[in-house]
């Protein structure tokens, strides 16, 4: 199946600082999701961007569905934008299922 | 609108036991997906609900088991609790069984002593 990896692991960040988070995936995809989990453990939607790019105040995303990568641009940090980032996408033909990344633990500082 | 709410959100139990978890899916959505996830992991699929009926099953046992409602909330149950059973567990809902945007619930962190 699909195997999803994501870099860096681990981020610090001081606020204010801009940053870029990688996705990649081993095979071609119809969809991909990018998520940011609360230090509550809930999933909050960020991008849902099969390719292309797109934009949400500082956030922006980028996909490039034949090169098998996705960005994840974060701007103008702040503390609340510390927690786990994942990407997560389809876990190939005739699946129903979402493979996440080991995520990207950031950490904003202030 | 309501998100996505699963109940409870916490829970202690011991090795052996059973255990009940619930789902209500986003206003609109009729598909159902439970995933779990271990600290410090990323989330595993666990089976999909479509139609009252499980649609596609990841790689656990036979213990853990769910269901949907006409309403098509979910339940899932796992049996004969493990210690390593303890991990958060995540409920997401979409439209349509295709790979549609999901959403996630709070999620419930079910604690195996």
């Known amino acids: 199946g699909i195997q999803v990896e994501q870099s860096p692991p681990d981020l610090i960040l001081q606020e204010g600082a801009n940053s870029t988070l990688r996705c990649n995936f081993s095979?071609?995809?119809?969809?991909l999701q990018w998520f940011h989990q609360n230090p509550w453990g809930q999933l909050i939607n960020l991008f849902y961007i099969p390719s292309g790019t797109k934009q949400n105040g500082r956030l922006s995303a980028t996909t490039v569905a034949t090169e098998r990568y996705s960005l994840l641009y974060i701007s103008s940090s702040q503390t609340t934008d510390s927690g786990v980032y994942f990407c997560a996408a389809p876990g190939g033909s005739g699946t129903y299922k979402y493979i996440f990344g080991t995520g990207t633990r950031l950490k904003v500082l202030a | 609108d309501a998100g996505v709410t699963q109940s409870p959100t916490h829970l202690i139990k011991t090795r052996g036991q059973q255990v009940t978890l619930r789902c209500s899916p986003k206003?609109?959505?009729?598909?159902v997906s439970w995933y779990q996830q271990a600290l410090g992991q990323g989330p595993q699929f666990i089976f999909q609900y479509y139609e009252e009926e499980e649609r596609q099953r990841g790689n656990f046992p036979d213990r853990f088991s769910g269901h949907q409602f006409p309403n098509y909330s979910s339940e899932l149950n796992v049996n004969a609790l493990l210690l390593g059973d303890s991990a958060l567990y995540l409920c997401a809902s979409s439209l349509l069984a295709a790979l549609a945007e999901a959403f996630f619930g709070q999620g419930t962190r079910l604690t195996v002593v």
């Open positions: 206003s609109g959505h009729d598909t």
């Open positions: 095979d071609s995809v119809n969809n």
